[in-house]
């Protein structure tokens, strides 16, 4: 058979369309820092920097302006932008939790649509690697999983792990264009992940001395005292002081004025490094000390405050310009290779963070500030330049955007919403009117688990715990200052709130969110994980069963008590909190108190494990009157080290003496005490102040009363040093090994305990 020549003309024509289709997929590139305020970007009007490289993302391409993360804590959000799936869906609920890398995600669905794939920089999700959905890998190892800012180890997909000289953020840049050089012929998907700002947020040498002689402006709500606040809330976010041993990691002794193996992140630096850091550093600490030592800046004191915050502030924007100056680098490159106008740019952090918003510094909580996340978009051609986006958008929405863009189905598990039409200019009319916030990782960092909705004008929070809510009225309020729930002017609104708060949470399938829309009209809602959402882990032919509390109100009114049923045929039952991946962390709850009731002689026993293993018994004897009793129990006898990221199964085991009847055991309420936190409220002392001076290796203490004795304990209680005399000022650490120790101060028969960490 003959084919003519018009017939080949064709089928060239059609291997050139179909080649030149191939070559017109847009790549994807996504870059993400770590912990970076919406303000610490100049585009975001805060006029405290100048970040030009972020600056033209947003110029030439989109600026949002109410972009959240679902769960503001690193892993749970790199998990959400992943998968576009909130935390209880991907199984990533805090830092301890590890990240199933072979789950449906973004890098794997783009595989499989001729894209290559690579993460370079900070991965930082629990587990053993990003996986195969990515064809290259070449992540910061060590430091918790954060990797070094100097000479960090990178491991990578070949299973090579290497030490590199140089500063973290100039040396994932030279990786990243390395690896475009030879694969950008290809369509693309490379995510490029700085450290940071995170902490310990060390600057690169070049920009130590950006900011001198400049006086950053303080938050307004800096010396915010949390009077409105709920006292829950407020006694957790006042655990971090705003004082410069906490905030200023650049706060240490002299040049040669210490051992170097007592100062890692120093000891990591090359000598030439050390001694050019110094060279800034010292004069800064220099600085400080005689502050302290002329009574001019006071710990503690808003003058301790205020010199903090400067220190702080300028490290953290430091760190920052190291990353917009390899943004710089990365956006010149696509342009001096023609890859701009065909490739889809993200800058995003992972979260915020709070830059001294009502005195603090973190993320964690869903005020604005933690909640809401940078987010630039750039695609020529799709994208007008300088556009700004005021709509609602969140990082479950970054895959299904992307996969939008690219023509691929959106897959049915993912829960987020594509916003191409939204930063097109073509707003649905149904777009989203609120978005749902989860923080899972209780009592870590002194913030207590929460969830809520934030719409464009209310947010709308619970400490279910604790079952304390606030609520903010973001258009009167945008600092968050005044708690409305309580206002009765505001009940029909906090009614309609709850009601969209039930109504998202059964959008997304959120444990407990199984409760009738009706329950919520009248006000009352009560979050189920707050009593830690049981679940029964027996297979087959069970004998109990755990289900809503029948009875109109229980110990707690929440409707959601356990339920276990004895029948004749069976010794034994059990119901277990089975974390999977996550941990509890046991460090400072040294008690725990449980709600039971019985119809007949039970004996009962909370039992922590590994996975069912390494069991760990603590018995109750209850009574058997059919009422509700309150019985504590003591953790103590757990061994020291096993107390954090150990155990992951919380399991009651109920066992009846008399197998002759059959019977009924109600449980509700299982609490952790932070026995730690509430005995240093209870014997502190106002007036004394402590605050570490390095340079001499020395703790001072600042009262009005004469200190007449000091004594150091380590966390298991064991007496490690003792002073005694008159007028106290200072005690020194160099007999002590690294680590963390309370500090037993008197003064006049009263004495006060402070927390201390020798680096």
């Known amino acids: 058979m003959t084919i003519s020549t018009k017939s080949i003309l064709l089928i060239v024509l059609s291997l050139l369309y179909l080649g030149l289709a191939q070559a017109q997929k847009p790549n994807i590139l996504i870059i993400m820092s770590d912990d970076q305020a919406n303000r610490s970007i100049s585009a975001y009007g805060a006029g405290?920097?100048?970040t030009p490289g972020m600056d033209r993302v947003a110029n030439e391409g989109a600026i949002f302006m109410n972009s959240y993360c679902a769960n503001s804590i690193c892993q749970p959000s790199r998990a959400a932008i992943l998968t576009g799936k909130h935390s209880h869906k991907n199984g990533v609920f805090g830092n301890g939790s590890t990240y199933d890398n072979t789950q449906q995600q973004l890098p794997g669905i783009l595989q499989d649509n001729g894209y290559k794939?690579?993460?370079?920089?900070?991965?930082?999700l629990k587990g053993e690697n990003p996986g195969a959905y990515f064809d290259h890998w070449n992540i910061l190892t060590e430091g918790g999983g954060q990797g070094y800012y100097y000479n960090p180890t990178f491991i990578s997909h070949t299973g090579t792990r290497e030490q590199i000289e140089g500063y973290s953020a100039d040396l994932i840049t030279d990786q990243s264009l390395a690896w475009l050089n030879s694969n950008s012929a290809d369509p693309f998907c490379l995510m490029v992940h700085f450290k940071g700002p995170h902490v310990t947020r060390m600057p690169m040498i070049r920009n130590l001395n950006l900011f001198e002689g400049e006086e950053i402006p303080e938050p307004a709500t800096l010396y915010?005292?949390?009077?409105?606040r709920e006292i829950y809330a407020s006694t957790a976010i006042n655990r971090l002081r705003f004082d410069i041993e906490t905030t200023a990691y650049n706060y240490f002794p002299a040049y040669g004025q210490y051992t170097l193996s007592d100062y890692k992140l120093l000891e990591r630096m090359t000598e030439e490094q050390r001694i050019a850091y110094h060279s800034y550093y010292d004069a800064a600490n220099k600085e400080y000390d005689d502050l302290v030592a002329a009574?001019?800046?006071?710990p503690g004191q808003k003058s301790g405050k205020a010199y903090a915050y400067q220190r702080f502030i300028k490290d953290y924007l430091k760190v920052v310009a190291g990353i917009d100056q390899n943004v710089e680098r990365i956006l010149t490159y696509l342009d001096d290779n023609n890859l701009t106008d065909n490739t889809i740019v993200i800058y995003c952090s992972d979260q915020s963070y709070f830059t001294g918003q009502h005195g603090y510094y973190e993320k964690r909580f869903i005020y604005e500030d933690g909640m809401k996340m940078p987010l630039l978009m750039r695609y020529p051609g799709h994208i007008t330049p300088n556009t700004t986006v005021n709509e609602m958008v969140q990082n479950i929405d970054f895959a299904p955007t992307l996969l939008d863009y690219l023509g691929i189905e959106i897959p049915e598990d993912m829960q987020g919403e594509s916003f191409r039409n939204v930063v097109e200019g073509n707003v649905p009319s149904d777009w989203r009117e609120s978005v749902y916030y989860h923080y899972y990782d209780h009592g870590k960092h002194g913030i207590p688990r929460h969830e809520g909705i934030r719409t464009h004008q209310y947010k709308l929070i619970n400490f279910y715990t604790d079952d304390a809510w606030e609520l903010y009225d973001l258009i009167a309020d945008p600092d968050e200052i005044s708690n409305l729930y309580k206002d009765q002017a505001y009940v029909d609104i906090i009614k309609n709130l709850k009601l969209e708060l039930a109504i998202l949470k059964r959008k997304y399938e959120v444990p407990g969110s199984e409760e009738r829309a009706e329950d919520f009209e009248g006000g009352d809602y009560y979050n189920s994980r707050a009593k830690l959402n049981w679940e029964v882990?027996?297979?087959?032919?069970?004998?109990?069963?755990?289900?809503?509390?029948?009875?109109?109100?229980?110990?707690?009114?929440s409707v959601k008590s356990g339920k276990v049923v004895k029948n004749v045929d069976t010794e034994a039952a059990s119901v277990a909190v089975n974390l999977n991946n996550e941990f509890w962390d046991l460090t400072t709850s040294q008690k725990a108190s449980i709600q039971l009731k019985t119809t007949v002689n039970t004996?009962?026993?909370l039992c922590f494990s590994k996975a069912g293993n390494d069991k760990q018994y603590?018995?109750?004897?209850?009574?058997?009157?059919n009422q509700w009793h309150e019985y504590i129990i003591d953790l103590s006898s757990i061994p020291y080290d096993q107390l954090q990221n150990t155990f992951n199964q919380l399991e009651l085991v109920f066992g009846y003496n008399d197998n002759s009847k059959t019977g009924t055991l109600w449980f509700d309420n299982l609490l952790f005490q932070d026995n730690l936190s509430t005995d240093l409220k209870q014997i502190s002392y106002d007036e004394l102040m402590v605050y570490p001076n390095p340079t001499q290796g020395l703790i001072s203490f600042s009262m009005d009363n004469e200190v007449s004795k000091v004594e150091v304990f380590d966390i298991q209680g064991n007496l490690m040093l003792v002073q005694t005399g008159n007028d106290i000022r200072n005690i020194s650490l160099h007999e002590l090994s690294r680590g963390n120790y309370l500090v037993r101060v008197w003064s006049k028969g009263n004495y006060s305990i402070a927390k201390i960490c020798k680096k």
Request: hydrophobic fraction near 35%; proline fraction near 2%.
């Open 618 to 625: 603590f018995g109750i004897q209850t009574i058997n009157d």
């Open 224 to 228: 915010d005292d949390y009077s409105s």
């Open 603 to 605: 004996n009962v026993a």
């Open 117 to 124: 794939t690579a993460v370079i920089g900070k991965w930082h």
């Open 295 to 298: 009574g001019t800046v006071v």
């Open 48 to 50: 405290i920097n100048n």
């Open 537 to 557: 882990l027996n297979s087959g032919d069970v004998s109990f069963s755990v289900r809503n509390n029948p009875q109109v109100a229980d110990i707690n009114q």
